[in-house]
């Protein structure tokens, strides 16, 4: 039960992000968004913008310098007229303070050739195909057996829909860069990012520069949730702006661009077909995706991969069909695939065990599988129905009633749901070096990421045991990338493989320590890729079940939830402290997703209509009440040395089916489509 | 934004004086200021008003309130006699945004505040609010939560404040300085429907200041209450009002005024009427809030709000009626 | 063209007096961030939708973003740099530490400059949206402090932890007698 050890400077305002650096002489800029959901840029009028005092620069797309090719076309900022779709940046003004750039950029006049913009999804557009991959490696389509006959034939049947809606993570810091080009030519990056690494070696290409040229400071980061996995505009903004004023240039996305600029979940449509026999056992299981991408990059959200890891059925099919609108990138939030898919498979799991008459914990087991069943790989460790026991007996599931819309308090109708979570182990390769001081200190360093996982205080703890050295013996530094080079804090993967190479490291160091540390201090370091290409075959996967009671007011269909658990299989937890933060945060997400969170694209102009948070709601304290998370103790030889999976994502798999399934066991009402709000709940009172 | 002058108005003359053209009183700023930033309110200047001496809460012998227009959203809620008198009013505004801005919001400001329509707050699209003779997407696009009641072809905004549906619900009346002398009307009075000048909210003339807003007395009990998606710091869906005499099983006097249904708070006269007198019942408080509904107009996405309004009327009643008759 | 106008102005922060120059347009958050140096307020949504830029105004807690320089002239503000006496974390910051109230840290300065204005709300006897009876007493239990404490948005979903620490630096508090 480890403090984060970054505790006292979050709490007394001394934790720096990216907009606080102090920096001579800085500059400020704001950028313009498209006001047409496509078509070009026919002119800008930039002579009343640059007329205000203090107005610095304008860029846009002929006068901004050429930038190197990058594989993210949301990346290539100003570099045609082209507009794909309503929000996109189409022009950047940089001035004196913030008030200027920002009135600056309202006085830019912008003329547009326009067309009308494809933006709505749904399951017959005419331009779905098929991906050559889903995220990050996966096949699109996989089949086994006859999935269609055996359905047909099977004697319980479910044949349902599902659509979750387009949702934005929203981290409370905005995406923000401070760009500062120094006097060698090299360039300096105060940065909120999931991975410094990723950012200078991007960054890097995109100005034509070595990435020892590029320097990315991150140690503070407010929240990521998957939107600064990988760079965003406005670090490529600040970079241009900064070296067409020739001073350091400061610039956080306002909220209101970050719904166009910063990436979302897609919106998905979901066709579930479930066939079981009378007791339950699966027969066949077919999971079909249909969800957008743009015109400016693919991305792929691999929303019916945890279909192919969860249950055994002998027929199985998933496909992804994608079409590109004119619309703003999605991209990576919080446990992409998994959320959205487990969402469908587990409300539909829920919807079985009712068809069957078969208790939804008992209807899991039944099916539950020591393979992964599509690669027929056994699973290092699978404890899904370890999780579920541990949280039926927790949560008071025993003689639940399972007739739905039956329990009144008052005007309240009551519930309880469960669902299943999983999320995939990776460990993705890195480098690290750990020092001995002469003091008798250690000083680990790794470009690692601590966006509030906890990530800083759980490689304190590694590094101590590894080391065998008291905790204040041990200072972590990460969040710059000029410390060996890290993966990005995302796919739950940190842990594992930062931690993989922080062990590697002090390792090392304790094989060089023989007495006395010379006075420069000595130095191991430690590369993981070898260690982790011979890691012998296994499905690995964290496990999860989670538990909603809700209340429904019969008058409104507001819904309110009363108490939620999570019970977890994750391997070994190296911080419960941080752990517990990590999985209840995860849930709260849930809460949301379950309840308000709804981008609304406007099918008239393009791009999304909500795009504050009053309009777009996550959760508030109001929301959440009784929450808890805990764990099933694992061990699991087969995953790295500290037999950790990750759990920055599994809290929120799972978690809006769990409450899906309790709102229907108090109101008899299923809705299908995310989020269950009054409106759709009162449609069918 | 745009760059501003600032001056702080030190009577109520002075602020007449000093309000010329563009330029806009100001509050608490916290709907104004947010307004500036989007580039919809776009003032030259501002006259600030939040430090005239009308920041006392004055209980009168009848059991009346006259409430200072600077008083912050917060005091009013805090203010011991609101709370006694008129617990609605003080729900209402407690119902409303978070502590901090309440703590910065004046009365009269909360009653000033403008739609939270996603089209008129972005000043990059159409909005005859914003920008008269434009057009209005919201009517044929997004209006899930927008007015079922009154609505034009120009406008279907609804009014946000939580306060100014209990201020109808109560009759109040609004003091007002003007170019022309001081009047007061009643509430019902200053919020408007949108017709063809959607643009107009208020009813309110250039220069025009209001310094107080009178309630009152009520003498019955009262209760608001507000349903949202978010449990806490959301807009209404809808909301609802209520005060409630009972008197052997028969309503002796009803006050109802509905909030997130409208371009105005909407007093529910008929409901009233078709409840004075009646029988203290589900039934009736059911056929009472149907008169009212009648002359809903739904769209095509906001439907669901006819049946939630009827619900929210009865069980308010209800509830009142249980707590009047123990 | 609209040129900038700006006002002088004086502030006390943290129990410093400063006399600024200001930009009318520039918020008291901007103020405090950009011109004197203290980024512990954070800018969340600069709408006062979020909460990250909570300070205490003239003893009571107000959204920074909110509230322009200019009409706060001569106001006393409290920012989280000034919770801390003397290196000494108050009650609530401890407590914050505690029961890891706190994930990525952003919010973390709103949230602890809204608790602190919270709890003497709530010792003055102001009711809330979930008070029951509105002439009763205030008693702080977990619903009252979540209905109190929603101003504040965390995405990290720390809202449990905050609740606990809260309520503990609550019960401190009275039983202190302070």
Redesign the interface.
């Known amino acids: 039960m480890t403090d984060r050890v970054e505790g006292r400077e979050k709490v007394t305002g001394q934790a720096k992000y990216a907009f606080e650096y102090p920096a001579e002489d800085v500059a400020y800029a704001a950028a313009v968004q498209a006001s047409v959901g496509k078509g070009e840029v026919a002119a800008v009028d930039t002579e009343a913008a640059l007329r205000l005092p203090g107005v610095l620069a304008v860029l846009f797309w002929e006068n901004a310098p050429k930038l190197g090719e990058v594989s993210d076309g949301e990346l290539a900022l100003f570099q045609s007229p082209k507009v794909s779709y309503r929000g996109q940046f189409v022009a950047a003004v940089v001035g004196e303070t913030l008030e200027t750039a920002r009135e600056a950029a309202r006085l830019l006049h912008i003329e547009y050739t326009e067309e009308t913009p494809d933006v709505r999804l749904r399951a017959d557009h005419p331009g779905l195909y098929k991906p050559a991959k889903v995220n990050p490696v996966f096949p699109a389509d996989t089949e086994q057996g006859e999935p269609e006959d055996a359905f047909r034939d099977s004697a319980v049947r479910v044949d349902v829909t599902y659509t979750t809606p387009a949702e934005h993570n929203n981290p409370m810091e905005p995406h923000t860069t401070l760009a500062q080009w120094n006097d060698d030519g090299t360039l300096t990056l105060y940065d909120s990012n999931q991975g410094a690494s990723t950012v200078q070696a991007t960054v890097a290409k995109l100005f034509g520069l070595d990435p020892a040229q590029v320097r990315v400071v991150s140690p503070h980061v407010g929240g990521g949730f998957g939107s600064k996995g990988t760079p965003r505009p406005n670090v490529v903004l600040a970079a241009m702006a900064a070296r067409a004023v020739g001073r350091p240039v400061k610039f956080a996305v306002p909220r209101q661009q970050m719904f166009a600029t910063t990436g979302y979940r897609t919106p998905t449509i979901q066709r579930l077909r479930l066939g079981a026999d009378e007791d339950g056992r699966l027969n066949a299981i077919v999971h079909e995706v249909f969800e957008q991408t743009s015109t400016v990059r693919e991305f792929a959200e691999q929303t019916a991969t945890p279909t192919r890891v969860m249950y055994q059925a002998p027929h199985r099919r998933t496909s992804h069909r994608l079409v590109r609108l004119d619309v703003p990138s999605p991209s990576w939030m919080r446990a992409p695939g998994e959320t959205p898919g487990m969402y469908a498979l587990e409300s539909a799991m829920d919807e079985l065990a009712i068809a069957a008459g078969i208790d939804p914990i008992e209807l899991r087991v039944r099916n539950d599988t020591d393979r992964e069943p599509e690669s027929g790989l056994p699973f290092s460790s699978r404890n899904l129905v370890a999780c579920l026991r541990e949280g039926a007996d927790r949560f008071g599931w025993a003689g639940r009633d399972p007739a739905p819309g039956v329990r009144r308090e008052g005007r309240k109708l009551i519930g309880t749901g469960v669902a299943a979570s999983t999320y995939p182990a990776y460990m993705p390769p890195n480098k690290a070096t750990a020092r001995a001081e002469p003091d008798g200190t250690f000083t680990v360093r790794i470009a690692a990421a601590d966006i509030g996982t906890g990530a800083r205080t759980a490689l304190t703890l590694i590094a101590a045991e590894a080391l065998k050295a008291d905790l204040d013996q041990v200072r972590v530094e990460i969040g710059d990338s000029s410390f060996p080079k890290a993966s990005v804090a995302g796919g739950s993967g940190g842990t594992a493989g930062w931690g993989t190479a922080v062990v590697r490291a002090c390792e090392a160091l304790r094989g060089m320590l023989n007495g006395s540390v010379p006075p420069e201090g000595l130095e191991a370091s430690a590369d993981t890729a070898e260690e982790i290409r011979a890691r012998e075959k296994y499905a690995r996967h964290a496990f999860g079940a989670q538990f909603a009671e809700v209340e429904v007011d019969a008058d409104t269909g507001e819904v309110r939830v009363r108490r939620m658990l999570g019970v977890f299989a994750a391997g070994r937890i190296i911080n419960p402290k941080t752990a517990r933060s990590q999985f209840i945060g995860g849930m709260t997400m849930g809460i949301g997703m379950a309840l308000m969170e709804e981008s609304v694209m406007d099918a008239e102009f393009g791009g999304y209509l909500n795009r504050d948070l009053a309009q777009y709601h996550v959760p508030a304290c109001a929301d959440v009440r009784d929450i808890d998370a805990t764990w099933v103790e694992e061990s699991d030889p087969h995953l790295n040395p500290m037999g950790s999976k990750g759990i920055g994502e599994i809290g929120l798999v799972g978690a809006a089916a769990a409450v899906g399934n309790a709102v229907h066991h108090a109101t008899g009402v299923r809705v299908r489509d995310l989020p269950i709000t009054p409106a759709r709940l009162l449609d069918d009172f | ?6 001056e ?1 108005a030190t009577s109520v003359q002075d602020a007449l004086e000093r309000h010329s053209d563009g330029a806009v009183y ?1 509050g ?3 709907n104004l ?2 307004l ?4 919809v309110e776009e003032p ?1 200047r ?1 006259v ?1 008003v ?1 430090h005239l001496p009308h920041d006392q809460i004055e209980l009168r012998p009848d059991g009346s309130l006259v409430i200072g227009a600077a008083v912050s959203n ?1 005091a009013l ?2 203010d011991r006699t609101v ?2 008198g008129h ?1 609605m009013l ?2 209402a505004v ?2 409303g ?5 309440r ?2 919001a004046t009365v009269a400001g909360n009653l000033l505040q403008r739609t ?1 329509c ?2 008129f ?2 000043a ?2 159409p909005c005859n609010k914003r920008d008269p003779g434009s057009g209005c ?1 919201a009517r ?3 209006h ?1 939560n927008l007015a079922i009641m009154g609505h034009s072809p120009e406008c279907v905004a609804t009014h946000p404040s939580d306060m100014a549906v209990a201020l109808a619900a109560l009759g109040a009346s609004i003091r007002i300085q003007g170019r022309a002398g001081e009047r007061t009307i009643p509430i019902d009075e200053l919020h408007r429907l949108p017709e063809n000048e959607p643009e107009r909210d208020t009813t309110l003339e250039p220069g025009d200041l209001i310094t107080a807003v009178e309630v009152p007395p009520l003498g019955m009990p009262s209760r608001y209450r507000k ?9 209404a ?1 809808v909301s609802v009002a209520a005060a409630l005499d009972v008197d052997d099983g028969v309503v002796r006097d009803v006050r109802l005024a509905l909030g997130g249904v409208a371009h105005k708070p909407w007093r529910a006269w008929h409901t009233e009427d078709a409840l004075r007198g009646a029988e203290m019942t589900g039934e009736s408080f059911q056929r009472a809030a149907e008169v009212e509904l009648g002359v809903a107009e739904p769209l095509r ?2 439907a ?1 709000k006819v ?2 309004v009827r ?2 009327i ?2 308010t009643l209800t509830e009142l009626a249980e707590r009047g008759a123990s | 063209m609209d040129m900038p106008i700006y006002a002088e102005i004086t502030l006390v922060v943290n129990g410093t007096g400063h006399r600024l120059s200001v930009d009318t347009r520039a918020s008291l958050l901007d103020v405090l961030r950009e011109d004197l140096g203290l980024t512990g307020s954070k800018k969340g949504c600069d709408h006062g939708q979020c909460g990250a830029c909570t300070v205490l105004l003239d003893g009571r807690r107000a959204n920074g973003c909110l509230a322009l320089a200019v009409a706060h002239d001569g106001a006393e503000v409290v920012t989280v740099e000034g919770l801390a006496k003397d290196g000494r974390l108050s009650p609530l910051q401890e407590a914050f530490i505690e029961h890891d109230a706190f994930q990525c840290g952003y919010c973390t300065p709103g949230q602890l400059c809204s608790a602190t204005g919270m709890l003497d709300e709530a010792e003055q006897g102001w009711p809330s949206a979930v008070t029951g009876d509105l002439g009763a007493d205030t008693v702080l239990d977990d619903e009252e402090i979540r209905e109190r404490m929603s101003g504040n948005l965390c995405r990290c979903g720390a809202y449990a932890g905050i609740v606990a620490a809260v309520r503990q630096a609550a019960q401190r508090r009275e039983a202190a007698g302070t």
């Open positions: 934004m745009r760059p501003f002058a600032y702080r100001l608490g700023g916290t200021v947010d500036m930033r989007l580039g030259a501002l600030d939040a917060s809620a805090a709370r006694e617990p003080a729900q407690l119902a945004a978070s502590g901090q801005v703590n910065l939270r996603p089209y707050q972005d990059s699209k997407p044929e696009g997004e899930h349903v949202r998606e978010r449990a806490s710091f959301a807009f869906l996405d906001n669901y049946p939630l619900n929210l009865v069980r």
